[in-house]
């Protein structure tokens, strides 16, 4: 069956997305019956392309790989003047639209109108773009109930690494107490290269900068504020909690030299920044954001570069730790697969009944 996609913000994870379509197709269309006809890609800085027939998914990631852009394909290219990301999500019919604007932490626009235009027009969602559910989560969940479509958020926390698919298909019915891990992996990187190599914070972070884990502003990283987003999502999606930014202690990791790396590891410990959500006594969602001296035997302290881990406190299981990759472009564009295929396969079985 054929699924119509429309694409917001095209950059690193859109060709990630692109790639895994064309690596895969074989195995997407015999094993799930699923062909995907991409309509319209529209993004602020290449412009907006649109092809109701689909577009030639290998043409398109050929001209990019040779350094071409969107307006090298040629029929169907309008500049982002011509026609935006608004005029392409009210006049392109399509089921899903993936929103992969950049992340803005802190208005979550463009892309919180994005999602909400896209509701309105009956289009289900997928999205990387953490500035949205951390900030609107309630309301674009309300939005999406009430008109019976879905929306996708894997690729907000452990990019492709499974969290909210796990969560929601494989742990009812746990009850999960408490949410912990890193959830940064430029500032775990930072950290694991300063104590295994000796770097300093600034070599670490700018390997980290030219490795492209960080964020555009690497302050969000360094400070903890992505991490905070991420605790946001947690605490609201899975938690059920109802916090702000405002409700959550943060502390990055710029104060910590060195020495005190050095002086831990002698002692048995290694700092991770630590990301927290857990429910207390009264009930009561408690969040947090800091770096925290691990212990050698905790599973988390093992964690060492880029990768981000999350250990689950849960009533039957006791505690379960994940980790895997938080960034990246194959990673976070198999986070938009996973969605955009639970979707699909959503989708044709309402349509088979
Ligand atoms: N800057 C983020 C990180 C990217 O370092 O983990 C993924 O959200």
Redesign the pocket.
């Known amino acids: 069956m054929e699924i119509r996609i429309e694409i917001i913000g095209f950059g690193t994870v859109g060709m990630g997305f692109l790639e895994i379509l064309n690596r895969k197709a074989d195995i997407l269309k015999e094993k799930h019956g699923f062909v995907p006809k991409i309509v319209a890609i529209s993004d602020k800085i290449k412009g907006s392309l649109i092809d109701y027939k689909g577009l030639d998914i290998q043409k398109l990631i050929k001209i990019l790989k040779e350094g071409g852009n969107l307006k090298d394909y040629g029929k169907g290219f309008y500049t982002f003047e011509e026609k935006n990301s608004i005029d392409i999500i009210e006049e392109i019919d399509s089921d899903i639209l993936i929103e992969m604007t950049y992340t803005n932490i802190n208005t979550g626009e463009p892309a919180t109108t994005h999602i909400k235009k896209a509701f309105e027009k009956g289009k289900h969602i997928v999205t990387s773009n953490?500035g949205p559910i951390a900030l609107f989560y309630k309301d674009l969940k309300k939005m999406a109930d009430e008109r019976n479509l879905l929306m996708g958020i894997e690729g907000t926390v452990l990019?492709g690494t499974p969290v909210f698919n796990l969560v929601e298909e494989t742990f009812p019915p746990n009850s999960i107490k408490r949410i912990k891990g890193i959830?940064?992996?430029?500032?775990n990187y930072i950290l694991t290269k300063m104590e295994t190599e000796g770097m300093s914070y600034e070599s670490a972070l700018k390997k980290?900068q030219d490795l492209g884990?960080?964020?555009a502003d690497p302050t969000?990283?360094v400070e903890g504020f992505?991490a905070l987003a991420k605790v946001l999502i947690l605490s609201n999606v899975i938690m059920g909690g109802d916090l702000k930014k405002e409700d959550i202690k943060r502390e990055g990791i710029t104060k910590i030299s060195s020495e005190d790396i050095k002086e831990a590891a002698k002692n048995g410990f290694r700092y991770k920044l630590i990301g927290s959500v857990e429910r207390d006594e009264n009930d009561k969602i408690i969040a947090s954001v800091k770096p925290l001296k691990i212990p050698f035997s905790d599973p988390l302290s093992g964690v060492s570069g880029?990768i981000?881990a999350l250990t689950f406190e849960t009533d039957l299981l006791g505690e379960v730790t994940i980790q895997g990759p938080?960034?990246g472009k194959l990673e976070t564009g198999f986070s938009i697969m996973i969605d955009v295929l639970r979707i699909f396969k959503k989708i044709n079985k309402q349509e088979k009944k």
Not at 183 to 187: A, H, I, K, Q, R
């Open positions: 953490k990019s959830l940064n992996g430029t500032t980290a884990y960080a964020e969000a990283d992505d880029a981000n938080g960034a």
